[in-house]
């Protein structure tokens, strides 16, 4: 058969290390000896306990489809934005499906914008549905560039992401940017905020995306579950949007697509979310220790809203401490690592593998 040719480029994702991030995904961590994996920018917490009694409670109902609407995850997460209703929101498969269900939505072919260096899956996606990605680069500060975006958008442009805050800087844009931008985006862009770092942000500037998307016909803000939550492996994200987004995002959705524990467990941990607010307090606590041993060790790093920091220095210096981390090539930024928030003791394990990690010529901290 014939295969479409704009697939070709697209290779299977490979990890690195994969035998090491295998060992440290069983559960050696804490072992001196074992492997650390910072790599994914999971945090090193399991599910809240509420998350874990919902899925077994659930357990003996497996043998049932989950509710095809997700109802009660639906109205859980509509209860922790103010102002949004339960058909503001959709669901999906990770953020990652709520990413390609509203990409789906657009007018093909066309051209769908994205800041860069930023997460490969914008490409992919984009390429998949048969649209073009275009990368418009950061900023030289690795922020993004509001105006570069939008001298980018063409009649073309059917679509513009937002990494916000930005995987792999951590880099943010405030709400008042934001809306600056949405404003100056014809109607006909829609504007996809990718908001997976959100409980990480400290800048109090940054909140309130949700309100933008209800009041604004083109902006769509997707969340997930797998980062600050704690439930990456269950796969179950969300968007928040207006109503007429969020309808249409849902006849696109593969059906049953949240499955029943991921409904049952991200619904207990939504209603749940002092919990996580505090874990989240932790991660950012512990980014800014982090961030102070980058600077003592005279290694350049980007200040981060993100629970990881991108830092110039190659992941060898943290291997030597069994310390896996991204390697920043395949990010787009060839010498540097992104070294995942851990635990207090996986951090405490991060700093010590500076030692004797300073560059022959110092580089100014920012
Ligand atoms: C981790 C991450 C996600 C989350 O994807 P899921 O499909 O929800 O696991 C989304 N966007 C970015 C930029 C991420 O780094």
Same mark, same amino acid.
């Given at each position: 058969m014939k295969f479409r040719k704009e697939l070709d480029p697209l290779a299977p994702y490979r990890p690195p290390r994969v035998a090491e991030e295998a060992e440290a995904d069983r559960g050696? *961590?804490?072992?001196?000896n074992g492997y650390v994996k910072l790599t994914m920018n999971e945090v090193s917490f399991g599910p809240l306990p509420e998350a874990e009694a919902a899925m077994r409670e659930i357990l003996p109902r497996l043998n049932r489809y989950p509710d095809r609407h997700a109802g009660s995850l639906r109205e859980a997460i509509a209860g922790a934005?103010?102002?949004? +209703?339960?058909?503001?929101v959709l669901v999906g498969n990770g953020s990652s499906e709520v990413l390609l269900n509203v990409l789906q939505? *657009?007018?093909?072919?066309g051209e769908v914008l994205f800041p860069w260096?930023? =997460?490969?899956l914008y490409a992919a996606i984009a390429t998949v549905l048969g649209m073009k990605p275009v990368k418009v680069p950061l900023a030289g500060d690795h922020r993004i560039d509001p105006e570069a975006l939008l001298s980018a958008v063409t009649p073309e442009t059917r679509a513009i992401i937002l990494c916000n805050p930005n995987n792999p800087t951590g880099t943010h844009m405030n709400l008042e940017e934001v809306r600056g931008l949405a404003g100056r985006l014809p109607e006909s862009v829609l504007l996809i905020l990718d908001?997976?770092?959100?409980? =990480? *942000?400290? +800048?109090?500037?940054?909140?309130?995306s949700h309100e933008l998307a209800l009041e604004t016909p083109n902006v769509v803000a997707a969340r997930t579950f797998s980062k600050a939550h704690g439930l990456a492996g269950l796969r179950v994200g969300y968007g928040l949007a207006p109503e007429h987004i969020a309808d249409y995002a849902e006849r696109v959705r593969f059906p049953f697509s949240v499955n029943l524990m991921a409904q049952a467990a991200a619904t207990a941990s939504m209603l749940a979310r002092d919990k996580i607010r505090e874990r989240a307090e932790f991660a950012v606590r512990e980014r800014e220790r982090l961030g102070e041993a980058f600077a003592a060790a005279g290694l350049n790093y980007v200040p981060s809203q993100a629970n990881f920091i991108l830092v110039e220095t190659g992941p060898e210096v943290f291997e030597r401490r069994r310390v896996l981390v991204r390697e920043g090539e395949a990010l787009g930024f060839p010498g540097w690592s992104r070294v995942t928030v851990g635990s207090a003791a996986e951090n405490d394990r991060v700093i010590g593998a500076l030692e004797g990690a300073l560059p022959a010529e110092a580089h100014p901290a920012p």
């Open positions: 050696a *961590v804490g072992d001196a934005n103010p102002g949004t +209703d339960p058909r503001n939505l *657009v007018e093909k072919p260096p930023s =997460f490969g908001e997976a770092y959100h409980e =990480f *942000v400290s +800048d109090p500037a940054y909140g309130g």
